[in-house]
């Protein structure tokens, strides 16, 4: 079974749960029309299916290899990531000064799905370039502008993300790499950066590394951080490559998953100091890094999405085919197993889940859209607070979804879902980096509570359960059968979420272990409620489209239900288990000794 691009699914979100036809019939994107945004995600979906899902498996089995400091992508990556640059693929938001297209960022969220789920250790390379398109554009001189960003945005150069050392993970206080001033402007850097993706590889002409390190006199800890650029080759006045810059790969780190994907350890400067260009201001780096890492973390809980999706195609296709045992249905000899209870539970815990956690992305995406182009300055504001709160949840949410549904795929294959020629397992090894990168999601967990929740004294989270609340209104009056107890059962888990959150805040303040403690489970409370809305909504525009004589959404509204009465009742339990505090947790120290 090969990877089918959700193309109408993805639209069908986009349009009716994050609003983009709306935001671009009110010109929110100048002259764009809603059209020429479909043909676009269209046209990245049929690009994904043809030309990289066939890579995916080829990837897996070969891997990344590293000879002498060089990195050798799997047969056929090299010609089909030039392919894809070669289409414009890697300019779909940049500006179309610097040779992109200029379109939302929702547009190329739905594109990143489609890379993400025909095969994700392709997409990472285009997932970490695109954030360094970001933090160069927002942050980097005009020189520096001018050199690199229209070959980043033609995909004839790629960048990286150079954050991580070996004691310096999730606490970038700890970050050791450091840099010196040179007479002529620029910097020479030196030290060691490990688990970079795609810092070496054959697939782009030149690699673009942007990496924190401390000056001389910077302050201690985070505040200390700048920004630097460093290229694999030096780059002449005209564009032209030059000599090997100071930095180099020294291996690969064999993984679990996304096994095309190169994770390299970078090492800088032993032969003198990489020659390095200052993005931004000294000792601001981390405030333009938070830039790529900010879109980043959405492409992440997209990655979830993607290989949700793809367990799930997988294992609907394994379950229409597979027979076992006699289903209630009866009939002669045994039944293909989606006729059992047990596996359509699976199933659709899996659609679900996979439509819950997009819809939350493409809500953050449209939010992130309207932070650089709604009208009004104060708009623009609002819309980046509700993109803040809503990024980690996002990302962990999603991502978490992406592990859930992998591992049900697997099940629903049973014995021959733990086998590797099904594929199945290749999701389920592929999905499990995407709630550990990019900020662990424990500490997305932590970030959403300690930094997002007091966001405008909370009128930032009060308002997004306002919203989830007129959904389920809406629910509730049009009384369609279909929906059965959905708003009942959302309207609890919102209710849980409610509380919850003024519990949080209050703790945050008066007993920050206990906050601290739910964190993950407020995390999860706050998706399975805003998931559980977004296919409300969805459902609510299916039933609309039945109205007006288009019965082939129907479906959603089934959908909707489920979510609502098998998934989103976890909700009131969630709560429980926040609002114990973390009492349960104090005598840690003993009861995990009695294991030493
Ligand atoms: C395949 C792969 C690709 C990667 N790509 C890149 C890349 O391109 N660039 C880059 O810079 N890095 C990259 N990374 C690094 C990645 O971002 C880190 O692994 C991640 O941030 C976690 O850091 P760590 O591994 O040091 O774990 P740690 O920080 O040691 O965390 C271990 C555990 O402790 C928890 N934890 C840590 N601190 C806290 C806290 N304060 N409160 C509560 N819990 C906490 C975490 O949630 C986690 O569960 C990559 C890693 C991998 C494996």
Known sequence: MSYRSPVADILFSLKHVAGLDEAIESGLFGDLDVETAASVISEAGRFATEVIAPLDRVGDLTGARCENGAVFTPPGFREAYRQ??????????????????GLPHSVNVACGEMWSGASMGFALCPLLSEGAIGALNAYGSEALRATYLSRMVSGAWTGTMNLTEPQAGSDLNAVKARATRAADGTYRIFGQKIFITYGEHDMADNIVHLMLARLPDAPPGTRGLSLFLAPKFLVGPDGSLGARNDVRCASIEHKLGIHASPTCVMIYGDAGGATGWLVGEENRGLAAMFVMMNSARLAVGMQGVAIGEKAFQRALAYARERRQGRSAKGGAGMSPIVEHPDVQRMLMTMKALVQAARGVCHLTALAIDRSFHAPNADERAAAAERAALLTPIAKAFSSDVGDEVASLG?????????IEETGAAQHMRDSRIAAIYEGANGVQAIDLVQRKLPLSGGAVAAAEIAGMRAILAEVAERGEAGFGASAEFLSEAVGALDRVTAYMREALGSDPASALAGASAYLKLFGLA?????????????????????????????LARFFAEKLATAAPGLARSILSGAGALAPYESILAESA
């Open 410 to 418: 697997v099940q629903v294959h049973g014995g021959m879902g733990y």
């Open 530 to 558: 805003l998931g559980g809305a977004c296919l409300a909504k969805a459902g609510l525009a299916a039933q609309d489209m039945a109205a007006r004589g288009d019965e082939t959404q129907l479906g959603r509204i089934g």
């Open 84 to 101: 894809w640059a070669a289409a414009g693929w890697a300019g779909v938001t940049a500006a179309p000064e610097h040779g992109g297209m």
